[in-house]
Nanobody, 127 residues
């Protein structure tokens, strides 16, 4: 079973930046597509970004395109989410997720596609 541990959340002013990390233990990291989701109080968990097992292909929800960047370091079994130009509406708990894949070139948008989840890290953006 894959264990995921997020870090890097915190309090930041609007316009600032944060970089989230998600360390994965167990399994062959390159065989897992990874994703970042977020959930604000009273709202559904929503897709933020996804990256393929080979790290080549990525996808983002429209509201973060041009501001957030997902990446992965296979040597460190870690996936990152660089968040720039943060807005108060980005405030949420951010969750890392993974799924074992046969195709290393695919990423996934739906939360139902993922098998493993981290405990989350809180991001709060003040106005």
């Amino acid at each position: 079973q894959v264990q995921l541990v997020e870090s890097g959340g915190g309090l930041v002013q609007a316009g600032g930046s944060l970089k989230l990390s998600c360390a994965a233990s167990r399994g062959t990291f390159s065989r897992y597509a990874m994703g970042w989701f977020r959930q604000a109080p009273g709202k559904e968990r929503e897709f933020v970004a996804g990256i393929s097992g080979n790290g080549v292909n990525t996808g983002y929800t429209d509201s973060v395109k041009g501001r957030f960047t997902i990446s992965r370091d296979s040597a460190k079994n870690t996936v990152f989410l660089q968040m720039n130009s943060l807005k108060p509406e980005d405030t949420a708990g951010y969750y890392c997720s993974s799924v074992a894949v046969l195709s290393g070139s695919r990423w996934y948008r739906g939360k139902e596609s993922y098998d493993y989840w981290g405990q989350g890290t809180q991001v709060t953006v003040s106005s």
